[in-house]
């Protein structure tokens, strides 16, 4: 085979002659099969002439590229960084360089006087875009839609691009002007074709200019009119630091002053918190919490039952200031009334749940979690009538029963239960003959979460704390409800369930548990277990 490289060095000569690539190859390579043919810094100027020499008509602008100092993120690039840095200039207005048609990437950069200004991408916005040009190719383009997600969070992060390259250019700050906002408009719609307004009452980018000017005045602080008479009472404050700017959803409403939510002291908390680094990523995204919160109280001081939907939505919103609080509450015997008295949503068991598949993430329901601990009873019901812990019963409920207090023994732990306790299954289920419940959780000996039946009804509780009820057909999910109070309540498990929570954390719940963290009762009990389902 004649190679024939011509323009080029020793060394790019032998590692294409090394991988059987011709002259006549190179056209086909994407930027990305340079990138594995020539890794790392060093050889970035070689990948860049491999491709000029077969791009000279798509890449004739970029000739300054080549000086050192010059970033090469400013340039139009097929796949931008997800969060890509502005590029400062004092050049005169340039329009955007003419796109051939076999290449029709728009450009990620729109320069100004002063400053540029970057088109905002990530993985999951370029691969809609990838998709809808897919489809747009086939001819089935006309119905796909950007999801709501990511065109807020396009908004959103479009919006704080801007105002963060206006603070970098450093001749006095200003928030984008509207022409400004417009031509960002133009230049979404332009690389995310699928933002286009089809309605055909006005310019294609009109909505997304209304979004961005919609976005950008809820960032702007407001400034409080100062009445007659200012008020001496000191407020309670939070343990945010204030900041100019308020990174506003369009979800959120009020204002962030006068707000009951709980302390938080993010410095105190552990550094390896995912909750504290999310929360302490921004002051504004505090500020957005304490409003969330503040939301959320007065929904259910109101009259009435406040709306699943508006509750769930807002809870989303509050996930990671509400994980800090609960982390921060050192005494575990007090968490539970106190995150109670903070959040009265967690006496539904519906926000329960939500709020335990908010933690789990990857994408986890409650209809899967369900799914997924009926597959598990199926099979953990042979494996305990095989060790005898129980009896095979017609009844549903006798039957949920039997299992529930079969579970400790069949999944035991090497540490017995306080003697009071009796059997480890009571630290599950008891079931209250006669007496008063309240009476019962004063004298338990543990205060983990424990579901009480008392008179065909079903109490779930947290140490001394009643916490809901539910009927006593819904018995075969109280498992499932134990689990979600562990989880939202940052309980600690009780040695002596210990193993059979931990199975259920990763038979049930697939959260796996780390090396170090597997005790010789979980590997134990999960070899027989396996064995048994094997067999």
């Avoid at 900041?243 to 939510?261: D, F």
């Avoid at 579901?451 to 001394?464: F, M, S």
Wanted: glycine share 4%; with cysteine.
């Amino acid at each position: 085979m004649d190679f024939g490289y011509n323009g080029v060095d020793h060394v790019t000569a032998t590692t294409l002659k090394a991988a059987n690539i011709s002259m006549d190859m190179l056209p086909s390579l994407s930027k990305d099969d340079l990138r594995d043919l020539f890794p790392g810094p060093e050889h970035f100027f070689r990948r860049k002439t491999i491709w000029r020499l077969n791009h000279n008509d798509n890449e004739g602008h970029e000739s300054e590229q080549s000086r050192p100092g010059v970033s090469s993120e400013s340039v139009a690039l097929p796949r931008p960084p997800p969060s890509p840095i502005p590029l400062l200039s004092s050049s005169p207005f340039s329009s955007p360089v003419s796109i051939p048609p076999e290449s029709p990437t728009p450009q990620h950069v729109m320069q100004l006087v002063s400053p540029k200004y970057a088109v905002y991408s990530d993985t999951e916005l370029e691969q809609a875009r990838t998709t809808f040009l897919d489809k747009l190719k086939a001819g089935e383009g006309g119905d796909y839609t950007l999801s709501k997600d990511l065109r807020c969070r396009l908004i959103r992060n479009t919006v704080t691009s801007m105002i963060t390259i206006r603070r970098a250019a450093g001749d006095g700050f200003r928030y984008p002007c509207s022409r400004e906002i417009t031509m960002m408009a133009k230049c979404l719609v332009e690389y995310y074709p699928m933002l286009e307004d089809r309605s055909g009452t006005g310019a294609v980018w009109e909505i997304v200019k209304k979004q961005l000017l919609k976005r950008l005045q809820n960032v702007t602080t407001p400034k409080k009119k100062q009445g007659p008479t200012p008020s001496r009472k000191r407020r309670r404050s939070l343990n945010f630091h204030h900041s100019q700017e308020t990174a506003m959803g369009e979800t959120a409403m009020g204002e962030t002053n006068e707000t009951p939510c709980p302390d938080l002291n993010v410095e105190e908390l552990p550094p390896s918190t995912p909750e504290v680094e999310k929360l302490t990523d921004s002051t504004e995204s505090q500020q957005l919490m304490a409003r969330h919160y503040r939301t959320l109280q007065e929904m259910y001081k109101a009259k009435g039952k406040p709306n699943g939907n508006d509750v769930y939505q807002i809870l989303n919103l509050e996930f990671p200031a509400r994980r800090a609080f609960i982390v921060q509450v050192v005494r575990e015997q007090d968490r539970a009334a106190k995150v109670i008295e903070a959040y009265p949503c967690f006496r539904e068991v519906d926000h329960l749940m939500d709020e335990l598949c908010r933690i789990l993430g990857n994408g986890n329901t409650v209809a899967n979690l369900k799914n997924q601990w009926g597959t598990f009873c199926e099979k953990a019901q042979y494996y305990g009538v095989f060790k005898k812990a129980m009896k095979p019963s017609l009844n549903k409920v006798k039957q949920g029963v039997a299992f529930i207090k079969a579970l400790p023994s069949m999944f035991p732990s090497p540490v017995p239960p306080p003697k009071k306790l009796h059997n480890a299954s009571e630290a599950v289920l008891h079931v209250l003959e006669s007496g008063d419940p309240n009476m019962y959780l004063q004298k338990r000996p543990i205060t983990s979460p424990v579901c009480i039946i008392v008179n065909n009804t079903c109490i779930l509780a947290v140490g001394p704390t009643p916490l809901l009820t539910f009927p006593i057909e819904d018995i075969n999910n109280c498992v499932l409800y134990i689990m979600a109070c562990y989880y939202t309540f940052h309980l600690t498990y009780p040695k002596c369930i210990a193993t059979l929570l931990s199975v259920l954390q990763t038979e049930v719940l697939k959260d796996k548990i780390h090396e170090q963290d597997l005790t010789p009762s979980y590997k134990k009990a999960m070899l027989e277990f396996s064995s048994f389902i094997a067999d």
